[in-house]
């Protein structure tokens, strides 16, 4: 989709003056949308060198993502103006830049490492020691509770869990210090403990109230960042969270910077992970309160791109129980002509061995008329673990190779390691290792190396040049010679250590800003060979190893919140009853939205399982809807794949 196939309200929003939210439902075409408003800054010199655009995302594939769009449409000196990355990242980046700046009782010389969230056996031995030492000044309970003037009760600290824990850091303030809660002291504590570490250890909320405490304490470093940054892009604003949108408040509020926000509050699905209550009325408040005569305005999008009309039907239904008085959404193309319960329908199988035949009968069904394994979404609510060990030997036996994104594999999930900026260069310069002649993975590895060097081509040709040559060297040299002969962990272990010497670790390292500093890098490039290693056992080829790797013919099982931001033909949505979904009663907004967020991925068919004698009084209102919307039941013995 290019400039001409935007609606009109997405077209005022790539040309608007003023800071601008957007609120666009699925498939609306959100990051088409940042991209080219920022090739439109960029090529009408309304962002002009030096100044730059920064574009925050949620999510490291979205980032990745608006940058490879920016890469396509830009001369290469514009793309390399925009600066894309996760909040995670620009938090820490500041911090790694800035780490002397922290005012006192926070400076400290000693380096930090990006630290875990708590267990719950390791938060109550917290817990018990904050209780303990309340009245001792020199541990970091006591000192916290002096800093507060108040001293809480042992019985207020034991009162709270584990999850409110977690969750009060998006409350705690640093400057002016502001304990509005127990948990958010114990958040103090627990900040305080990690300071006083031999080794300090970081959580990415921890680090990104530590890089407002900067901002805000030191204001040459404010208006350094505001003089880099003309425009402020930040996507899926939905789920910003109380740690973000303070950071970015600090930075950006009341200045000149132009700030496009865009989100769908009917996807809103991080609720637990600290998302904002009301994102969008905050930013109104914020950012719009001076309205068209300042060019700020608010814009709703409804056209849908991905889905086909009958499965647009269906998300308008579950959009009226979220957003009753926005407009329904417009599909962009018809549905296919096929009957309704081949499009979406409610699959009931009598058991788990049943179910699972029924989904391996489908799924190989579909592979054979034609459809890519990469383009069929399984998605679960919880615990992808669990289906994968219950499903992946059934589709093996239909021949589906199943492969769980969100599988831990050496400290980063399958998912995240993919889009991580070392994993992606370094895999490319393993495969260019595998072909006689490089093609596209060749010019991808030259042009990883030129940026690293901080090359334009225009500007420097022989240096480009001679990187060029180098490669062709390293290829020569180092290039399998058998690419199709079985090959060994240790040996694809080997020939990973040959691609970073090639590249230079710590020219590696300066990929990406969450790399600067802390253990995080070694983490990536641990998981990194762990997983091609993994890719390597049990006789098979380089190439084999390699496809393994990137998932090739590989069927994507991942929870709703990992898909977010992605599409598929066919969605699975496995499990629609209670037991999945037993949270729902405790937050129904938030169910509403995850369950509108799996079925909006879907862009030709959607069917959603569930075994007899699993309940559904629950999520008694998602049925509702589905009925209200038309979507029946179908018997799984009923129930096949094909065209």
Not at 183 to 199: E, P
Not at 405 to 418: F, K, N, P, T, Y
């Amino acid at each position: 989709m290019g400039i001409e196939g935007l609606e009109d309200g997405a077209l005022e929003a790539v040309r608007a003056t003023g800071n601008t939210l957007v609120t666009a439902g699925p498939g609306a075409g959100k990051t088409e949308l940042l991209g080219q408003r920022g090739v439109f800054l960029l090529q009408t010199g309304a962002c002009a060198y030096p100044r730059r655009l920064l574009a925050i995302s949620f999510k490291r594939d979205a980032a990745r993502n608006l940058r490879e769009r920016f890469q396509r449409r830009c001369k290469r000196e514009q793309a390399g103006l925009l600066d894309s990355m996760t909040f995670d990242a620009f938090a820490k980046l500041l911090l790694d830049r800035f780490w002397r700046a922290l005012p006192e009782p926070w400076n400290t010389t000693k380096p930090y490492r990006i630290g875990r969230f708590l267990n719950r056996n390791e938060f109550s031995d917290f817990l018990r020691t904050t209780a303990g030492t309340l009245s001792d000044n020199t541990q970091p309970a006591g000192w916290s509770a002096s800093a507060i003037g108040k001293l809480p009760t042992s019985a207020q600290v034991h009162g709270v869990s584990l999850d409110s824990f977690n969750l009060a850091i998006h409350e705690l303030v640093l400057h002016p210090l502001m304990v509005p809660n127990i948990g958010s002291f114990l958040q103090l504590v627990y900040l305080r403990s990690a300071f006083t570490a031999n080794t300090v250890l970081l959580t990415f909320p921890m680090i990104g109230r530590l890089a407002q405490l900067i901002v805000e304490t030191n204001p040459q470093i404010k208006a350094a960042i505001l003089a880099t940054y003309g425009h402020l892009f930040m996507d899926e604003f939905q789920d910003t969270t109380g740690v973000q949108y303070g950071l970015m408040k600090s930075i950006f509020g009341g200045s000149e910077t132009v700030i496009t926000a865009v989100g769908d509050d009917k996807q809103k699905i991080m609720g637990w992970a600290g998302a904002q209550k009301d994102s969008f009325g905050v930013f109104k408040m914020d950012f719009l309160a001076q309205g068209g005569s300042a060019g700020q305005k608010h814009i709703t999008l409804s056209l849908n791109y991905r889905s086909n009309a009958r499965i647009v039907e269906i998300l308008n239904t579950l959009k009226r129980r979220l957003a009753p008085t926005e407009p329904d959404f417009r599909a962009a193309r018809p549905a296919p002509a096929l009957p309704p319960e081949k499009i979406c329908a409610v699959i009931l199988s009598p058991d788990v061995a049943t179910e699972a035949e029924a989904l391996g009968s489908f799924l190989a069904a579909e592979l054979q008329s034609g459809m890519s394994p990469r383009n069929i979404g399984l998605l679960v609510r919880q615990k992808a673990a669990d289906w994968e060990t219950s499903l992946a030997p059934v589709l093996a036996k239909h021949g589906v190779i199943l492969r769980n994104e969100d599988r831990d594999v050496g400290g980063a999930s399958i998912q995240d390691l993919m889009t991580e900026p070392y994993a992606v260069t370094v895999m490319d310069g393993f495969e260019l290792l595998l072909r006689e002649r490089g093609g596209a993975v060749w010019v991808r590895v030259l042009e990883a190396f030129s940026d690293m060097e901080g090359l334009v081509s225009d500007e420097d040709p022989e240096r480009i040049q001679e990187i060029a040559e180098k490669l062709d060297a390293f290829h020569a040299e180092n290039r399998v010679k058998s690419p199709g002969s079985v090959v060994t962990p240790a040996e694809v272990g080997t020939l990973l250590t040959d691609v970073e010497s090639f590249f230079g670790i710590s020219a590696l390292k300066v990929g990406a800003p969450q790399y600067q500093q802390g253990d995080f890098f070694n983490s990536v490039r641990a998981a990194t060979k762990a997983f091609l290693q993994e890719c390597a056992t049990g006789n098979v080829t380089w190439h084999e190893a390699l496809s393994r790797y990137r998932g090739e013919g590989q069927a994507p099982l991942m929870t709703i919140t990992k898909s977010k931001g992605l599409e598929y033909d066919v969605v699975l949505l496995l499990g629609l009853d209670d037991q999945q979904w037993w949270s729902f009663k405790n937050n129904p907004d938030e169910g509403h939205s995850t369950f509108f967020v799996a079925a909006s991925r879907a862009r030709e068919r959607l069917f959603m399982t569930i075994r007899q004698g699993q309940g559904t009084a629950k999520i008694s209102e998602i049925y509702k809807l589905l009925e209200e919307a038309g979507v029946k039941g179908l018997r799984s013995e009923n129930w096949s794949g094909g065209k």
